[in-house]
């Protein structure tokens, strides 16, 4: 079975500060998501890997950053939070071999509250 | 128009009924299809992949209508664990990577 964890469920900092999301999968897969979840919006993605040191931009990258030292692990940086990025973001991974391309599993969740 | 468009629901449906949700998609050279579903307040996950022959797992059909651009899942003999939202997902590759989540149709099966 396929496990994506993430490092926190629920997250509450204040505007200005940096955050830091860890998310890491354990079933050796390339790429690697990360997605915020709006209500009214569905999710939307944020930034994707799909190797190590690895990054492209989604639809909304401003005021985030990534990092993917390892292959397991994928790190979401807000480096200056903002109540607008108040959501739920969640992370997945997928595979790149044939027959499963892209089948994305995600983890849990973290619900950020920006004040 | 939305890149990925899905009617929001709700669906009410009996236990028993077959119930059938379609996703229509702008982009023409679009190339993987997926349907998740989502329980309130959890992630979402993979429900099938969409095939162009069409495929089906147990009571879930899903078809992709490539000249209509729609994608479509049917699911027979409802149950009351079936209640969910249904979220279409379509990737496109052509200029780079690019994957679509539709907003998702809320389901609920009743006794």
């Known amino acids: 079975d396929v496990k994506v964890t993430q490092s926190s469920r629920y997250l509450v900092k204040r505007t200005g500060e940096k955050v830091f999301l860890e998310c890491v999968q354990d079933?050796?897969?390339?790429?690697m998501f990360w997605y915020r979840q709006d209500p009214g919006l569905g999710l939307r993605l944020i930034y994707f890997?799909?190797?190590?040191?690895?990054?492209e931009k989604g639809d909304i990258p401003e005021g985030y950053s990534v990092s993917r030292e390892k292959k397991e692990r994928f790190s979401l940086i807000l480096e200056s939070a903002s109540t607008n990025q108040t959501s739920m973001y969640l992370c997945?991974?997928?595979?790149?071999?044939?027959?499963?391309?892209?089948?994305?599993?995600f983890g849990p969740g973290t619900r950020l509250t920006v004040t | 128009r939305k890149e990925v468009e899905q009617d929001p629901g709700p669906f009410n449906v009996p236990e028993g009924a077959t119930v059938a949700f379609n996703c229509t998609y702008s982009n023409s050279a679009s190339q993987s299809f997926f349907w998740y579903r989502q329980d309130c307040r959890k992630e979402p996950k993979l429900l099938m992949s969409?095939?162009?022959s069409g495929n089906e797992d147990g009571r879930f059909t899903a078809q992709l209508n490539r000249a209509s651009q729609y994608i479509s899942l049917l699911i027979r003999d409802s149950k009351l664990s079936d209640s969910a939202t249904y979220l279409c997902?379509?990737?496109?590759?052509?200029?780079?990577?690019?994957?679509?989540f539709g907003a998702g149709t809320r389901l609920f099966v009743k006794a």
């Open positions: 079933m050796d897969h390339e790429n």
């Open positions: 997902v379509v990737h496109d590759y052509t200029g780079g990577f690019k994957t679509i």
């Open positions: 969409v095939y162009s």
């Open positions: 890997s799909y190797d190590v040191k690895m990054k």
């Open positions: 997945a991974s997928s595979t790149r071999t044939s027959g499963r391309a892209y089948e994305q599993y």
